[in-house]
Structures are given as C-alpha cells and as structure tokens.
C-alpha cells in the first residue's frame, strides 16, 4: 500500500477499469458543461457589462427552440451514463457461479473473515490472485460496510441477515479495506487489508494454517447441538432430511415457497417459527443466543455440503 | 447630506422587547430569524472548523474518537436543520413574500411567529442536549445505532429536532395559503416574481416531506425511551425501514435548501442585467418539477444496502431525471445574461458564483446517480465534497446575495460596497480549495466520518483545511459589515437597485402595514424594457 | 395603472401605522370572505400534512404486516375486539355530534352549538376512557414491548414488533384526539360568550374538519389492527 501522496486510486479488480472509465466519462462531461457555463458567464460578464447608467438592454423573452435543445441533449446524455452505469452494477453484483466462497462477520470494530478451509483471519483477508471470490456478510450489531477502493466494491453488512457481493482480483499486492458506514467510536478503526496473492501462495497459505475446514466445524456442532437428533438423513425424522435442501425449492406451510439459501438457514436455526415446512409440525427449539455468527457459518458450510446421495459428503472444501 | 426626515417603518414603529416578541409583522418575524440562524451559523460553523483542524493531521491529535464523532454529528444537525432548512424561506421569504405579492402579511401572522417560538424551543432543546455530554449518531441516525447501541444523548436531539420540524411545517402552510389567497389584483400565477414560484415549490416540498421525518424520529425517541422493537433487528425490525423513511424526507429536504436560493438568483440576474428572465415559464414549471422528482429518488442513498437490482434501476434513472430541471434553470440564467447591461454588485458577484458553483455541484450529483460509479463514491468524501458544492457553494452563496440585495429594504442601509465585492471573491476562494480537494480524496476512497485516517490521503486534507480557514475568515466579513451598516451605513432609497418587484415600490425599510392601498398588477416580472429608470442616489431623497 | 414613479411617490409619504379596524376580518385580509378562504385552505393543507404524518406509521406497519403475516394475524387476536369496536361506534357518533354543532353554527343556534360541543367532548372521553382501559389491560397481560414482554405464542419477536407498533400508532391517534378536546373546550368557552354567529364561524368548521381527519385515521386503524386474521 502506497504511503506516498496519490491522486488516482489503484485498479486491482476485473471492475476497477470499467468503473474508472465511466467515472472519466462523467468526468469529461462535467468539466465540458463546468467549463461552458463559466465561460459564457465571464464572457457574458465582461461583454455586456454595464457601460452607462443609460443602458437599456431590448428583450429576449426566450426561445423554445433552445429550451428543448438544452433539455434533450442533457437527457440524452444523462441516459446514456445511466444505461452504461446500469450495467456495471449489475456485474458488480450478479455473483459468478464458480466464485470461491469467504465469510464475513462485521462487529464493533473490526472485520473476522472465515475461509470454508476454516482459515479464520481478523481485520486481513486472503485471496488468490485471478479468481472470483464471493464474500457472504453479516453483522453483530450495528450496520457497517464493507469498502475495498482498489476494487471499486462496497456492500452494506448488515445485523441479522447475510448481504453479498464478489470480485476477482487482478494484481498482486495489498489493498486498503475500510469500513465505510458510521458504526461509533472506532469506525476509523475498522480498516483491514485484502492481501493478493499468487495462486501457489495462497495455497501455501491456506494448508498452513490451522486444520479444521468449516464444514467439519459445523459438522461438530451439529452434534453437540443434538440437530441430528431430529434431522435425520432419512425421511423418518421429526425435522426435514436437509440433504440436498442448499439451493432447493423449500414448500412452507400455507402453500408458499422459499428459495433455501444461506439467509433461509439463518433464519429458520434462530426463529424456526418464521417458516414451518409443509408437513411438519412447529416444534424446533430456537437456537439464538446459543451460536455465534461465525459458529451458524460453520453449520451452515455444513448443511451445503450435504448433497444428495452419489456424492461423498465429507469432500474437502470448494 | 441632507437631514433625513424620520419616517415610520417597521422597525421603529413600536419599540421595547415585547413588541418584538409578541409581533405579528411578517418583516420583524423575519428579523428574529435572521438573528436565531446567525447563531446557529455560527455555531455550526465553529463546529465544521473543529473537524477541519482535527483532519489536518492523519492521527487523532485533538479529541477523542467520541468527542470528534459528536462533533460532526452536530455540525450537520446543526447546519441542516437549524440553518439551511429555514434560512432563506424563515428570512427572506418571510420578509418578501407578502411584499412581492402586495399583501399587507401572510395569511395567518400568529402562526408566522408561533413558527419561530417552535424553532427556538426545538433548537434550544438540541443545542442542551449538545452541551450535556452531544450526540453521536451522525445527522442521519442510522439504526439500530442510534435506538439500540449509542450511548449519547439520542433522546432530547431527536426531540429537539422533531419540535422544530413543525417550524417547517406551519411556515410551508403560511406560504401556500398567501400566495394561493392573497395575491394582489392583476398579479396572475405567471406575473409573479420567480422568487415566489421558488418558495411555492419549496413549501409543498416542506409540508408533504416533513411530517414523515417527524414521526420516524419520534419513533426513534419512543425506541429507545419505551424500548420498543421496531427498528430492532434482534427482534425482527428492519433498520433499513428507517433509512427509507428517513431519507424520503431528506433528499426532498435538500431541495428545500436549493430551490430558494434558486429563486434568489432569478431576482439577482435581471435586476442586475436589466433584462426579463430567459424562460420564465420553464423556470417556473421546473420548480415545480424538482419538487415532485424530488420526491421519487431517495433511495439513490442506499444503493449499496443491498436492494434490489430493479429498484436501484428505477431510483437511478429518476435521479438522473431530476438534474434535468436544474440544468435547465442554469441554462435560462446564462441566457439572461446575453446582451443584458450587468454591473458588478456584490449581489450579482454572488449570483455568478451560485450558478458556477452550483453547475459544478450538481454535475458532481450524476457521478452519484450513476450505479455503477456510486458503488465506489457513496460514503466517501467525494459525496460531502459534492453536498457541500450544493449546499455552500450554492445555498449559502444564494442566501449571502439575497441578504445582501435585500439589506436596504429590510434594514434601511447600504452595506459598504467594496468590502461586500472583497468578500465575495475571498468567500469564493475559499470554498473552492476546502472542498474541490475533497472529490479527489473521495475517489481514492476515503471514507466519511473517520476521525483519523491513513497517511497518503493528508496533503489533500491539509489543502482542504487551508480553504476552511479562509472561508472562514471570508464569511467573517459580511458579518462585520453588515453589522456596522446598521449604524454607518448610507441610508437606503426605495429602490436603490433599479430593480422591478412590488417590495422595491415601499420605502425603505417599509411601513408595518406594507402599502398604503393595495397596488394593482398589470405588468408581467421583469419588464425592465417598460421600466422607468430613475437615477436614484443611494441617499434616501427628501421628503417633502 | 399609474405609473411607477407616482407609485412610489405615494410610498414614500408618511403611512399610518395600521389601516382602518375591521370587525370583521383581520388587517391582513380584504374582505370576510377572503379570511374564510384562507382559514379553510389552510385547514385542508394542515389535514394534508397529518396523511404524511400518519403515513410514515402506516407505511412502517405495511412493511412489517407483509413481512410477517402470520405473527400479525396472531398478535392482532389478543386485541379486545369488542371494545375496539365500540370505540369505533364512539368515535363515529362523536363525528355526527360534531357535524351537528358544525351546522348549529351555521344556522347561529348558540345553545344547539355548545351542547353538540360538549356531547362531541364527552364522546371523545369516552373513547379515550376506553383506550385506557385496553392499554391497563394490555399491560396485565404483559404485552406491552420491552423488558416485560411476555407472549405465550411462538414469533414474541414479531408480536412485539405488532405491539409497538400498536402502542405508537394508538397512542398518536389519542394525543390528536386530546388535542382536539383542548380545541373544542376553547370553542366551549368562545361560543358562550357569543363569539359565533350565522356571518362567523369559521373556528367551528375547521375544527369540524380536524376533528373528522382524526375520525378517519381510527376508521384505518381500526381494521388495520383489530380485524385481521379473524376468521379463525
């Protein structure tokens, strides 16, 4: 990270270039019509200015053909940065299926960061160069946001429910990651790194640090917990079978549906009560105040490894 | 310099304390305001030099964390809600309009001054609850922060804020009513001066927004007083329900604080160019317009909340909308200017900078608008950069010309001329170098509300605080010689300006009671071609 | 039209301080009728801001209803519908008492005007004797959000978050209906004295109307909170 005075920030994601070239587009649009403006006014200015106290300028009421001109042309421009601006939104947002996934969890004031290997860091956070990455977020408390410049990405991360959002780095080296919400007393104290590595060294990395993936950790708990009492891997028990459930189509009571993604596994271990599966009586216990963030991340990396049969639950980490 | 005669006016009609407090005349309604937000200038003022100073180093030299966090809070409380939102429509409109109309006051006088009883008591709640340990929160409140977490004194800010939202309120409702009701013969809606069109706008912006902010505030208050869940995520609560409902009054606010400078302007351009407006029509029916794109885009502050794309698609596109109006204005006033006679008076010194500032600010708003750019923008000092264009290279510079227009009629002197020219440059100069440095700091990513920061972003900060100082200094000046223009300045004629309106037509300052019969319209605004010019001396002629 | 000049000659000669006395309406207006019309614009774009004021409750309440439909519906079955409906009941006979002083004032009938008055006050004690009441209960019962919370059904969470939002929305509508009985003991008083007649009774009407918005606002509250989910 640069401790020099900069103007211009680094591009270091698959975005950063586009994001950058749409800004020095508005950019050179401002800066035409800044420098328009000021210019007919001085000119005007100094032009007509006043030269008796006998001046007695004639009327130009106005002129529909310029009112329409200077309201269309600015419209026209206007859409076209929205639709360009649109589209890179949506990149920034739309999530690519192949992305490797991290957790995040925002507190009073600092970030913890949980790879699927079960690498857990504190206020840094990882990455192999070149590939896609997809951070899921929550917060204990307060709303925060997660803020990388040299990416050009920020997300909210907000207290009891998940946010996303993805990027692909593309160069080696370490990145400033700020908190960019006001969260109290140390919100400039919130700021981290995201460290770029080459493919092999995050590899080296990552089997360097301690052992236990994330989903073996949920694995644990879902022991400890006694949810394997109910949540049987066959269909006899008095809670669903939840092979397979991750990404699933779930049929609620009173005929509704609900996509099973992480937000719905949250919720249903916290307030079971929010969402009863059809054919199931509401008898789950809640769990809150019993796990922590991080330890729902573990039993939620858990749950999305068991997939159906034909594939070998216990396979290590994407 | 002749003997003036005395003459009765507003000003020396009655005298003593309580024919000040207890009066029901618009113009001394006015004045009271002009002293309240002065302080509150003032003191919101020393607030924003305290973070600049704090901010020249990238450590946190001067305070604590908790202190400097107050003290941004109060800044922007301060300055939003106690000095920008009534400004121009608390002074100059409240002096104006009944003047510009041809009416004797406002509909409802009483109501005019319990409007200001409120503002003072909401904002001597607020500055107590600052003095008494301040509030953290940001002016924004953002849940579950400010309900569940700060331990600040949340409470009586929001109940300060929430009494003096209803100051708003009733001032909103006076204007609406008058202008409706009260229009002297002759005067059709597109006769009346733009000033006017501004401030219509402007009161159906504070009565429709205002009361929404008020109930969600309380909420807040009532949250944290009878704990109650509703913007508690622990117990089901939604915070971003808050940021909705708070920024639907907000972004609209910030059209409260630009659409009357906007009138301001229209008045500044043609007296000072002795010409018609360009584009009367489009300039009135684009206030309107503001007003109600207004109202559709506040969402544009929570992109990165985690919305819908589709929402954010919408929010986006009308955002971009709503430039469109203002651009237009811009373009009218230029206009205005061609072929026009234009003299260099502080007023119009202002006038020119509002509208080179403003274009600026407002083209820094499209960066904002845009998705996939205020991504990497939204919280970082690019947005204060881009607020701060608005709201002080626009907003204040549009208030410090109209004040300065209007000083003969409402106080019955001339300001000094000179220092009033010297002002404005230094006001000028001053802005720009403490806040252009901000854009780029924005875009390299420093975030807003951090109390210290990291070592490269300092030499921009260092620029910024060197132009606070002299912004400082700059604003300074009107105060002094305003102040000094009560006593030594020249005695005001009627219409030392040249200018058409109706208030021009009153002495000045004017009698209580306005006109002496009420006058009848039969010309359009700014009909300089058909106006009969006199050389009038600045010195007040003699009677009789 | 004169010209400017003539105009601001006569400007600049000495005004007096005030013009002539009118009875009957006050200096700033032309005419009576001139004061009525601004009275009763400005009643309406009053009534106009309290829609905002409550929409921002309602539109919380909307939020949160199609969030959480079934806690809603629960929650909502622990209101006492029967004297919720008979508050209603209350408050609309309070509307027909104060349309009947509004048109006792019209007609310049003193004695109709302040017994409808005072008819419509006692009425909106009533309601407001009620609402005590339900709140003394809810309280008993434990329902009332906060540390002393206690709800026998599975989603608390979301039932507290009806509460609350029962407790703000009630509770604004009781504090426009006490002011609105401070407004009608003012009008009490001034019509006894005689200030109304059949020429002026502008306060009358426009307190008519205030009174009739805080009518409407129950007319919303009162399904919105009491009735759903009551089919079971």
Redesign the interface.
């Given at each position: 990270?640069?401790?020099?005075?900069?103007?211009?920030?680094e591009q270091a994601s698959t975005i950063s270039k586009?994001?950058d070239a749409?800004?020095w587009f508005?950019t050179s649009?401002?800066a035409f019509?800044?420098v328009l403006?000021?210019l007919?006014?001085i000119y005007?200015?100094v032009k007509?200015?006043?030269?008796s106290?006998g001046?007695?300028?004639?009327?130009?009421?106005?002129?529909l053909g310029?009112?329409l001109t200077?309201?269309i042309i600015?419209?026209g421009i206007?859409?076209m940065?929205?639709a360009?601006?649109?589209?890179?939104?949506?990149r920034?947002?739309r999530v690519p299926d192949d992305a490797m996934q991290v957790f995040v969890v925002g507190k009073?004031w600092m970030w913890k960061m949980q790879h699927m290997e079960g690498q857990r860091e504190i206020n840094e956070l990882h990455v192999p160069v070149g590939r896609a990455v997809k951070l899921t977020m929550t917060s204990e408390?307060?709303?925060h946001?997660f803020?990388v410049?040299?990416f050009?990405?920020?997300?909210?991360v907000?207290?009891?429910?998940y946010?996303t959002v993805w990027f692909q780095a593309t160069k080696v080296g370490v990145y400033?990651l700020?908190?960019?919400?006001?969260?109290?007393?140390?919100?400039?104290?919130m700021?981290g790194s995201i460290i770029v590595m080459e493919p092999s060294e995050y590899a080296a990395w990552l089997s360097g640090g301690a052992g236990k993936s994330l989903a073996s950790s949920g694995e644990v708990l879902f022991q400890e917990l006694g949810c394997v009492s109910c949540h049987r891997s066959d269909s006899g028990g008095r809670g669903p079978a939840l092979t397979g459930v991750f990404g699933s189509t779930v049929k609620l009571q009173?005929g509704t549906t609900v996509t099973a993604d992480e937000g719905y596994l949250r919720e249903s271990i916290l307030?079971p009560?929010?969402k009863i599966v059809s054919g199931y009586q509401?008898i789950m216990p809640t769990f809150k105040g019993l796990v922590s963030e991080e330890q729902l991340l573990q039993l939620i990396a858990y749950i999305k490894e068991q997939k159906s049969s034909g594939e070998d639950p216990n396979h290590g980490s994407r | 310099m002749e003997a003036v005669e005395p003459r009765t006016n507003y000003l020396n009609a009655d005298y003593g304390i309580k024919s000040w407090l207890l009066t029901k005349d618009h113009k001394r309604i006015a004045v009271l305001y002009l002293v309240s937000i002065t302080v509150m200038f003032i003191l919101g003022g020393v607030f924003a030099l305290l973070v600049r100073l704090e901010l020249l180093t990238p450590g946190p030299d001067l305070m604590s964390s908790d202190t400097y966090n107050k003290v941004f809070t109060m800044h922007g409380i301060i300055m939003v809600f106690f000095f920008l939102i009534p400004s121009i429509p608390a002074v100059l409109g409240n002096f104006l309009i009944p003047l510009m109309i041809g009416a004797r006051d406002l509909a409802f006088p009483r109501i005019n001054l319990l409007s200001w009883y409120i503002y003072m008591v909401g904002g001597i709640i607020t500055l107590v609850a600052m003095v008494a340990g301040g509030v953290d929160t940001g002016w924004t409140f953002y849940t579950p922060y400010s309900t569940a977490v700060s331990n600040t004194n949340v409470i009586p800010t929001a109940v300060g804020i929430f009494i003096s939202g209803f100051s708003s309120i009733l001032t909103g409702l006076n204007f609406i009513v008058t202008i409706h009701r009260m229009r002297a013969p002759g005067l059709t809606w597109f006769r009346l001066p733009l000033f006017v069109w501004a401030h219509y706008a402007t009161s159906l912006i504070m009565i429709l927004g205002t009361p929404v902010v008020a109930v969600t505030i309380l909420l807040v208050a009532m949250e944290r007083v009878f704990n109650l869940a509703i913007f508690d995520p622990t117990r089901g609560g939604d915070p971003l329900l808050f940021q909705h409902l708070f920024w639907f009054y907000s972004h609209p606010a910030v059209y409260i604080m630009i659409l009357p400078p906007m009138g301001v302007m229209s008045e500044l351009v043609t007296c000072f160019s002795r010409k018609r407006v360009f584009g009367y029509n489009f300039i009135a029916v684009s206030s309107l317009a503001i007003a109600l794109l207004g109202f559709l885009v506040w969402a544009h502050h929570m992109f990165v909340t985690g919305m819908s794309i589709y929402a954010a698609l919408i929010f986006s596109f009308l955002s971009f909308a709503v430039a469109i109006p203002s651009a237009v204005k811009v373009f009218n006033w230029t206009a205005t200017l061609y072929k026009g006679s234009i003299s260099y008076d502080a007023p119009m010194l202002y006038a020119f900078g509002f509208i080179g500032l403003f274009t600026i600010g407002g083209l820094t708003g499209l960066f904002l608008a845009s998705l996939g750019t205020d991504v990497h923008l939204t919280d970082t000092y690019f947005v204060v950069a881009h607020f701060h264009y608005i709201m002080v290279g626009g907003a204040i510079m549009g208030y410090l010309g109209g004040i300065h227009f209007w000083w003969p009629k409402i106080s019955g002197r001339m300001y000094p001329e000179a220092p009033a020219r010297v002002a404005a440059v230094i006001v000028f100069i001053g802005f720009n170098l403490t806040f252009f440095p901000q854009f780029i700091l924005g875009y390299l990513g420093m975030p807003r509300r951090y109390h210290y920061y990291p070592d490269e972003f300092q030499v921009l900060n260092v620029m910024s605080t060197a132009g606070a100082t002299i912004l400082g200094l700059g604003y300074l000046l009107p105060l002094t010689y305003l102040i000094w223009s009560l006593r030594y300045g020249a005695h005001a004629s009627a219409n030392p300006w040249n200018a058409t309106g109706l208030e021009w037509t009153t002495p000045s300052p004017p009698p209580t009671e306005n006109f002496h019969e009420t006058p009848i319209v039969t010309h359009d605004a700014y009909d300089y071609e058909d106006f009969d010019f006199e050389t009038v001396p600045l010195q007040e002629v003699k009677v009789g | 039209m004169e010209a400017y000049s003539d105009q601001r000659e006569r400007a600049l000669e000495t005004t007096p301080a005030a013009g002539p006395h009118h009875a009957d309406h006050q200096h700033q207006f032309d005419s009576a009728a001139q004061q009525y019309d601004a009275s009763t614009l400005g009643m309406w774009v009053f009534l106009v801001t309290e829609i905002m004021f409550f929409g921002g409750v309602f539109t919380m309440y909307v939020a949160y209803r199609a969030a959480y439909p079934g806690a809603f519906g629960h929650a909502s079955n622990h209101l006492n519908l029967t004297l919720g409906a008979i508050n209603t009941a209350v408050l609309i006979a309070s509307s027909l008492t104060m349309a009947l002083a509004v048109h006792s004032s019209q007609m310049g009938k003193r004695s109709a005007l302040v017994t409808y008055l005072l008819l419509t006050m006692l009425l909106g004690s009533v309601f407001l004797g009620i609402k005590g009441v339900e709140y003394a209960h809810k309280f008993e019962e434990g329902l009332v959000p906060g540390p002393g919370f206690t709800y026998s059904g599975p989603d608390a969470n979301q039932a507290q978050l009806f509460f609350s939002l029962y407790f703000a929305m009630t509770g604004l509508h009781a504090l426009h209906m006490v002011i609105g009985l401070v407004l009608m003991a003012v009008l009490v008083l001034q019509a006894r004295k005689g200030r109304y007649t059949k020429l002026y009774h502008t306060p009358i009407e426009i307190s008519g109307l205030y009174w009739h918005f805080v009518d409407i606002v129950w007319i919303f509250l009162f399904p919105l909170l009491y009735l759903i989910a009551r089919h079971e």
């Open positions: 990270m640069p401790s020099f005075f900069q103007l211009f920030p586009d994001v749409l800004f508005i649009v401002s019509f800044s403006i000021a007919l006014v005007f200015a007509y200015r006043r030269r106290d001046d007695r300028p004639r009327t130009v009421e106005g002129s310029l009112e200077w309201t600015p419209l206007a859409m940065i929205f360009w601006s649109a589209a890179i939104y949506v920034i947002y009073q408390d307060v709303i946001s803020f410049p040299a050009r990405i920020k997300q909210d907000l207290p009891n429910r946010t400033h700020f908190c960019a919400e006001y969260c109290g007393t140390q919100h400039a104290g700021i009173g307030t009560q929010a509401p | - | -």
